[in-house]
């Protein structure tokens, strides 16, 4: 009897840049290559890239994944200013092709996946679509990635109520703790998100200044959402 099951496939976003998802988004693939799924990476627009032949963040998920794709399979829209997808691009004049976003995740939608975005989920793409856009379009489910501390109920709340607006389903919140300062909101986050939104948080990740670690602990945290 064929296998009808459907692949793991999901959309790492967050609450804002910086919070942890590539992070999360690399342990995810590398939990998924170490269970024999052949996962990919989609990162489909990647600003502030020190180089475009080498966008660190779809690097950083290919390497993960075991993946041999091509950098343009991975990364089709790839922009050297460190500000959001679509501005950097209205800065150079141009428009990127949502088409050709929808052709790259037409070669990877029939298996293992996981779709990073970047930033939070109103950052612009193009003069058209925002990353909710992506995502709704894309129809995956997400893990939304959130700083654990002061600020987070507020930001994940927003998040969360902008994506049951658009019935997109959230898999997980995901906390991050971004440094080792002490904050003394932390241990009430998980227990209010749970209890207010009825969705799954897991974490909070450690702050860990050692790249091993930390990838180990962003490991930990998520096996739950594995099949």
Not at 2 to 27: E, L, M, N, Y
Not at 103 to 129: I, M
Not at 172 to 181: P, Q, W, Y
Request: charged share 25%; proline share 7%.
């Amino acid at each position: 009897m064929a296998d009808t099951r459907k692949p793991f496939q999901i959309f790492v976003t967050g609450t804002d840049t910086g919070v942890g998802k590539t992070q999360a988004s690399c342990a995810l693939l590398s939990l998924l290559a170490d269970a024999g799924l052949r996962p990919e990476g989609f990162k489909p627009y990647e600003s502030g890239c020190a180089s475009l032949r080498a966008p660190a963040d779809a690097l950083a998920l290919r390497e993960a994944a075991g993946s041999s794709l091509s950098v343009d399979a991975v990364c089709p829209h790839r922009f050297r200013l460190p500000v959001a997808p679509g501005v950097a691009a209205s800065r150079l004049g141009r428009e990127p092709d949502w088409d050709v976003t929808l052709a790259a995740w037409r070669r990877l939608r029939g298996g293992t996946a996981v779709v990073e975005g970047a930033g939070g989920l109103f950052v612009p793409l193009d003069s058209k679509h925002d990353i909710i856009d992506l995502i709704a379009t894309l129809r995956l489910p997400v893990l939304l990635v959130a700083r654990a501390g002061l600020g987070t109920l507020n930001h994940t709340a927003l998040s969360l109520q902008a994506l049951a607006a658009r019935r997109i389903a959230v898999r997980a919140v995901l906390l991050s703790r971004g440094t080792s300062a002490k904050d003394v909101s932390e241990r009430d986050n998980r227990r209010i998100l749970e209890a207010r939104h009825g969705v799954p948080v897991l974490g909070p990740v450690p702050f860990l200044p050692d790249a091993r670690r930390r990838h180990a602990a962003f490991r930990r945290a998520l096996r739950p959402l594995l099949p």
